[in-house]
């Protein structure tokens, strides 16, 4: 893999974390105030990192926390760096983040549904 590949997949991964993390908040906002779902976003990403930082811990944690998949060096992709691991496959990685990406909005729009009936 070339730099400028894993370069562009590391910038695709990243922004598609940020998307998802945002529209996981606008899916929490439906359903409570903004400012607790903003604070509920906000302590999952630090708690997140936090307890990514361990080392031997299962492999489906790394998964269950969406903060790694913007981090290059957690996806094998910045071997130039000498913090890269072998935590995550970008593969998995990019199809998990696409999958929920999916489901928030399903859900977003039942709920709008939901919401212009009543």
Request: net charge positive; aromatic share 14%; proline share 1%.
């Amino acid at each position: 893999m070339n730099v400028n590949n894993g370069m562009g997949i590391l910038l695709f991964s990243y922004f598609l974390m940020i998307y998802v993390i945002i529209s996981l908040q606008s899916l929490l906002k439906m359903f409570l105030n903004s400012r607790i779902a903003f604070l509920i976003v906000n302590i999952y990403i630090v708690f997140s990192c936090i307890s990514i930082s361990e080392k031997g811990l299962p492999k489906y944690i790394y998964y269950l926390s969406l903060s790694n998949y913007g981090m290059g060096f957690k996806q094998n992709l910045g071997k130039v760096n000498s913090l890269y691991t072998d935590d995550l496959n970008i593969h998995y990685s990019i199809f998990i983040l696409l999958v929920l990406e999916v489901a928030i909005l399903i859900a977003s729009a039942l709920k709008v549904k939901k919401m212009d009936v009543i």
